[in-house]
């Protein structure tokens, strides 16, 4: 149980182009949403939380106007990555948490190449 | 000082050998303790969750948690090489809502050699 699906796994594009990712729990419902962002040999670095119908909080330094977070249902949560550029290019891990006493759950991340 | 501290490594250690991996954290708040296991280009995959102090155990790895020393750590016996991997520690003040946020450590590269 307990299974986070992230989609796509790897996305190509040219730069000013705009990126969806989707984080989507299968076999339960998720309160919160985390999304962070990893570097090459990094640790994860959140970027914002969501609750499902409400604005996520963004963690300092993070654009909200860049990295638009969208969680509409209480399995699905979208990052969209606007106008992206080669800097944006990244490792995107999404997570999801029930709620209460249990351990939040990751997807597979996205691997975001910006040419 | 960083809220949550932990050896990149790399550690390389050979086949069935006994690997102990700690993490010493600064936040006496924290309440919740994971280890995640996270292999090259994966998302994070739970291994072990606690809450507060004392030991679990699962199959060949074991959690421990020492709130008063703020020390966490992970064995696994009889490692394997597909346990070759990087392993994060993460840990949360409550359980709930935007609260319920991790702070990771930097993560510790195991290899486990043939």
């Known amino acids: 149980g307990a299974v986070v699906s992230q989609h796509p796994s790897r996305v190509i594009c040219k730069s000013g182009t705009s990126v969806k990712i989707e984080c989507r729990s299968l076999?339960?419902?998720?309160?919160?949403m985390f999304w962070y962002r990893q570097f090459p040999k990094k640790s994860l670095m959140l970027m914002a939380t969501?609750?499902?119908?409400?604005?996520?909080?963004?963690e300092q330094g993070v654009e909200k106007d860049k990295f638009l977070i969208n969680h509409a249902s209480l399995t699905l949560s979208t990052l969209t990555v606007t106008s992206a550029h080669p800097e944006d290019s990244s490792f995107y891990i999404c997570?999801?948490?029930?709620?209460?006493?249990?351990?939040?759950?990751f997807g597979d991340g996205t691997r975001l190449s910006i040419l | 000082q960083k809220e949550v501290e932990q050896d990149p490594g790399p550690l390389s250690v050979p086949e069935g050998a006994i690997v102990s991996l700690n993490c010493t954290y600064s936040?006496?708040?924290?309440?919740?303790f994971m280890w995640y296991r996270q292999y090259s280009r994966k998302g994070p995959e739970l291994l072990m969750y606690?809450?507060?102090?004392g030991n679990k155990e699962d199959g060949r790895f074991t959690a421990q948690v020492d709130k008063s020393s703020k020390y966490i750590s992970l064995f696994i016996r009889d490692s394997q090489p597909s346990d070759s991997a990087t392993y994060l520690c993460?840990?949360?003040?409550?359980?709930?809502?935007?609260?319920?946020?991790?702070?990771f450590g930097t993560g510790t590269r195991l290899q486990v050699t043939l």
């Open positions: 969501s609750n499902e119908g409400s604005k996520a909080t963004y």
């Open positions: 993460a840990m949360s003040v409550t359980g709930t809502g935007t609260a319920s946020k991790l702070t």
């Open positions: 997570s999801a948490h029930m709620g209460g006493d249990q351990p939040q759950h």
């Open positions: 076999d339960f419902q998720a309160t919160t």
């Open positions: 606690t809450y507060s102090s």
């Open positions: 936040n006496s708040a924290f309440q919740y």
